[in-house]
């Protein structure tokens, strides 16, 4: 069974940083895309960040790009989010999602926090 395990989630400032890392587990190989998402309250989940992990190639939400930067370890299975000049509307649950391409199943992590108040 796939599991995914994210941490690196928390309380920052205004302008602050914080790295999101998600560990893969339970697969041994596989084409597959892993993504960040979001959820603040009241509103609806929504795509931060996209890698195909064999290649590499990412996609950007508009409202992160610049900020933000996906990155994956292959040899760890592990993907993150690096976020930089965070804002207020950054707020949210912050969810790890993976897509097999061959399968077409997706898996998603317990999700992390992310606070950014002053």
């Known amino acids: 069974q796939v599991q995914l395990v994210e941490s690196g989630g928390g309380l920052v400032q205004p302008g602050g940083s914080l790295r999101l890392s998600c560990s893969a587990s339970?697969?041994?190989?596989?084409?597959?895309?892993m993504s960040w998402y979001r959820q603040a309250p009241g509103k609806e989940r929504e795509l931060v960040a996209i890698?195909?992990?064999?290649?590499?190639?990412?996609n950007y939400a508009d409202s992160v790009k610049g900020r933000f930067t996906i990155s994956r370890d292959i040899a760890k299975n592990t993907v993150y989010l690096q976020m930089n000049s965070l804002k207020f509307e950054d707020t949210a649950v912050y969810y790890c999602?993976?897509?097999?391409?061959?399968?077409?199943?997706?898996?998603w992590g317990q999700g992390t926090q992310v606070t950014v108040s002053s």
């Open positions: 999602h993976a897509l097999f391409f061959r399968t077409m199943r997706v898996y």
């Open positions: 339970g697969f041994s190989s596989g084409s597959y895309a």
């Open positions: 890698i195909s992990v064999a290649s590499g190639t990412t």
